[in-house]
């Protein structure tokens, strides 16, 4: 506690100077640096370099893979492009945020928390890059039918192994955060931040609202009335939904 008070202004300073960077780029809009801002304050000031670092491993990484073969992935109808807003900022990063705002108040749970919803996040952007690229034909989570890449709920052999590398990524870094949390935190943070990607696709599959294309294809470019889902599902809530799991997924398993 006695550690809170410095960073607390130095976060101040750096999570806007970060944001800005981003921006500058072109990682991030306008309202999606004044988000990232605010999502990095509450890393720093509450969970520490670590916690900061954690958040910067997941957007770096996310961000690169998102570059990676852009135009090939906007041809997919991906909702959104490459470059985040703030929605997008707070769909992966509130939920961690939030948490981040308890370590204080509830010690390692707090950063338990806080890696599992980041675990989730980097997990389905990780499955999404790499699957849509490399993963050949996706086959739907819910009837393991053969879709076309890019439709919301696919998966893949390749795409679930990048998810479950993503979420070991963020797991690994429990024991920066406590040595009391090791193989048991490392583990629950994995799990915990894995399940919670295939509550993604799982949503993706049933409820996230979908249009069709020209050529019949089920997109998540709006225009309309949606062919199947809850308007309001959008890829947004579901990323939101997915973190939220695995954040108490991971501290259920801690």
């Known amino acids: 506690m006695d550690r ?9 300073v750096l999570a806007p100077l970060a944001g800005l960077v981003a921006w500058k780029l072109k990682a991030l809009t306008p309202s999606g640096a004044v988000a990232a801002a605010g999502v990095g304050f509450s890393h720093l000031a509450f969970g520490g370099w ?13 961000t690169a893979l998102s570059k990676i073969g852009k135009r090939q992935k906007e041809a997919l109808g991906f909702e959104k492009s490459s470059r985040r807003d703030a929605l997008q900022v707070l769909a992966n990063g509130g939920v961690a945020a939030l ?3 308890l370590i204080p ?39 393991l039918r053969p879709v ?3 439709e919301s709920g696919a998966i893949s052999p390749l795409g679930t192994l990048a998810a479950l590398c993503g979420a070991g990524l ?16 490392i583990l629950s943070v994995l799990l915990g931040g894995f399940l ?26 709006r ?32």
């Open 170 to 185: 963020l797991a690994s870094l429990c024991p920066l955060f406590s040595p009391l949390l090791g193989v048991r935190g």
């Open 196 to 221: 919670g990607s295939l509550v993604d696709s799982l949503l993706g599959a049933t409820l996230q609202a979908q249009w069709k294309d020209s050529d019949g294809n089920f997109t998540e470019i």
């Open 4 to 12: 809170m008070p410095p960073l607390f202004f130095v976060a101040l």
């Open 99 to 101: 948490c981040a705002l």
């Open 223 to 254: 225009h309309g009335k949606p062919a199947r889902g809850w308007t309001f599902m959008n890829n947004d809530t579901v990323n939101f939904i997915a973190t939220l799991t695995g954040a108490l997924l991971a501290g259920v398993f801690s």
């Open 148 to 150: 076309r890449t890019g």
């Open 105 to 143: 108040m509830i010690g390692d749970r707090g950063f338990v928390l806080m890696l599992g919803a980041l675990a989730a996040a980097c997990a389905d952007t990780w499955a999404t890059e790499v699957g849509s690229l490399f993963g050949g034909t996706p086959r739907k989570i819910t009837t």
């Open 50 to 62: 670590p916690g900061a670092g954690a958040l910067l491993l997941f957007f770096v990484t996310s």
